[in-house]
């Protein structure tokens, strides 16, 4: 879990020295609080999956990280808490990355705090199995734009109005995801899993894709202008009033 933590920092920072510094305290973090732990062989993973929560809430960015290493290993060890802790992390990043404003996002350069995408990397890495039965993962109204989730299992999640700009979701899961008014503007979705999203209203200006599965997946009012649709499965997808502007596309599809 520690190569997660490693990567959701890469992917979030430039290195030099005073980041080298910073991720040096983020493993120190988790080393002392995995020895807490083991100092008290009594501790439940309930009582342990308190104790993180209550950590969270000190807002120690160091500290941050090293829970979401404890509560992605309790998540794994106890069923019974699985879907306590990913709404406990999905509360999180709704509660610090900012809303989504409405107005068009000019850049997707954007990196995304280490902190959210730690969190998020713990949410996408989950056993879905292990979800409650008719429950969904609440992801709304977040900007989380840059974010890296290549391969991410996010079918399902509700991620209306989320700023996912400029996002890695290569061969990402969002099967039917709602994703009405998302800004998807340059995200990477090739090989994605869309079937039966609902993009109704989404910016995917400049999206790439490429073989992503987009079966019966409903863009009704979606722009897809300058998006790149290259070998993407499009049966029965509603293409209703959809931008179609500098399409780069090898295929025919119908409104």
């Excluded at 609440?138 to 989320?162: F, M, P, R």
Aim: hydrophobic residues 45%; glycine residues 4%; proline residues 1%.
């Amino acid at each position: 879990m520690l190569k997660v933590f490693v990567t959701a920092y890469q992917n979030a920072k430039n290195w030099n020295t005073k980041n080298i510094s910073f991720l040096e305290r983020i493993f120190l973090a988790i080393s002392n609080n995995q020895q807490n732990i083991l100092t008290n062989t009594n501790i439940s993973n309930k009582e342990s999956f308190k104790l993180a929560i209550e950590q969270l809430e000190q807002e120690n960015l160091e500290i941050s990280l090293a829970v979401f290493d404890n509560l992605a290993k309790i998540a794994q060890a106890d069923p019974k808490l699985h879907w306590q802790i990913m709404k406990a992390l999905t509360n999180f990043v709704r509660n610090n990355a900012s809303s989504l404003p409405n107005t068009e996002i000019k850049s997707n350069t954007a990196t995304i705090r280490a902190d959210i995408q730690a969190a998020l990397t713990v949410i996408a890495n989950r056993n879905p199995q292990q979800d409650l039965e008719n429950e969904q993962l609440d992801l709304s109204h977040t900007n989380i734009s840059g974010v890296k989730l290549a391969q991410a299992n996010l079918a399902q999640t509700n991620l209306y109005q989320t700023n996912l700009s400029g996002a890695d979701l290569c061969s990402a899961n969002l099967q039917g995801a709602i994703l009405s008014a998302a800004n998807l503007s340059g995200a990477n979705l090739s090989g994605a899993n869309l079937k039966e999203a609902i993009l109704s209203a989404a910016n995917l200006s400049g999206a790439n894709l490429a073989g992503a599965n987009l079966q019966r997946a409903n863009f009704y009012l979606a722009k897809l202008n300058g998006a790149i649709l290259n070998d993407a499965i499009t049966t029965g997808a509603n293409f209703r009033d959809t931008e179609f502007s500098q399409v780069i596309n090898n295929q025919s599809i119908s409104n």
